[in-house]
Every structure is written in structure tokens, then in C-alpha cells.
Nanobody, 123 residues
Framework: QVQLVESGGGLVQAGDSLRLSCAASERTLRTYRMGWFRQAPGKEREFVAAISWSGGNTYYAEAVKGRFTMSRDNAKNTVYMQMHSLKPEDTAVYYC????????????????WGQGTQVTVSS
């Protein structure tokens, strides 16, 4: 069982930056594809970014390309998402997830999820 704990969310103004972290306990994340998803009120959960187990490949939703950067430190069992130039439409609860290598934009294959961290961007 992998437990994921997100942190780093908060209330910021448009144009600000935040860095989210997702720490895993008990087992290594090394073999997992890691993803970030977000869910805004009244909307479905949507893909934000994903990273391969080695960190060599990253994937981003069009809405965040060029502004968000996902990375991982397998030695620390932690993944990160650096978010720049935040917009009010980035407001959501952000979740990290761990899944098999084939997992990507579809949330269904991801096996483990964190509890989420709230990001609120004011205009």
C-alpha cells in the first residue's frame, strides 16, 4: 500500500508561483508513473501532468504547458510540481497519484491517490 501526502497549496494572487510536493510513505515510488490531477468545484477531475519512473519523460496538459514543471526525487520518495504564472482558472484541489507505467492522462489506471491540496488563485 502506498500512501501519498500532498502539501504546498495555498492562496495566491494571479501571476504568483507555488510548488506542490507529494511524499510517499512505506514504499518506494521508483517503479510508479506519477501524475498530478486537479478538480475544481462542479467539474470533473482533470489531468495536469505526469512523469515517468525515471523522471526522463514528462507530460503536460495544454492548459499548463510552459507554466508548470513536474519533477521527482526517487531517493526522497517525493514528486513536485512547480507552478508559475498562476491564473484564477488554476484554482482547484490538486491530487497526486501513483500508477503503472502505462498510466497517463486517464485517472482510472492510477492505483493510489493523495488526499489533495487546495490551490486558490485570486484575480
Amino acid at each position: 500500500q502506498v500512501q501519498l501526502v500532498e502539501s504546498g497549496g495555498g492562496l495566491v494572487q494571479a501571476g504568483d508561483s507555488l510548488r506542490l510536493s507529494c511524499a510517499a510513505s512505506e514504499r518506494t515510488l521508483r517503479t510508479y508513473r506519477m501524475g498530478w490531477f486537479r478538480q475544481a468545484p462542479g467539474k470533473e477531475r482533470e489531468f495536469v501532468a505526469a512523469i515517468s519512473w525515471s523522471g526522463g519523460n514528462t507530460y503536460y496538459a495544454e492548459a499548463v504547458k510552459g507554466r508548470f514543471t513536474m519533477s521527482r526525487d526517487n531517493a526522497k520518495n517525493t514528486v513536485y510540481m512547480q507552478m508559475h504564472s498562476l491564473k484564477p482558472e488554476d484554482t482547484a484541489v490538486y491530487y497526486c497519484a501513483a500508477g503503472p507505467p502505462a498510466a497517463l492522462m486517464n485517472p482510472e489506471p492510477y492505483d493510489y491517490w493523495g488526499q489533495g491540496t487546495q490551490v486558490t488563485v485570486s484575480s
